[in-house]
């Protein structure tokens, strides 16, 4: 089977942990550039949307 004609897998999802072990089942597959962009991109995104939330609530924590 040639990899232009292997089906990725499915996007990671879950928490850090839940996507970690999805990764882990992963090992030894052929993972597309495109695929692991796209993870990637998706746990930064998730990333900077949790440190913006923790801006905030520090924020709102701070005596003026």
Known sequence: MTSTN???PDD????ADERIRQLEL???????????????DAVLLAWCV???ELDIDREFRVDY
């Open 26 to 40: 992963l090992a030894g597959t052929a993972l597309s550039a495109e695929w692991l962009r796209r993870q990637l």
């Open 12 to 15: 990671l999802t879950g928490t």
């Open 50 to 52: 949790d440190e913006t």
């Open 6 to 8: 292997m089906t990725p």
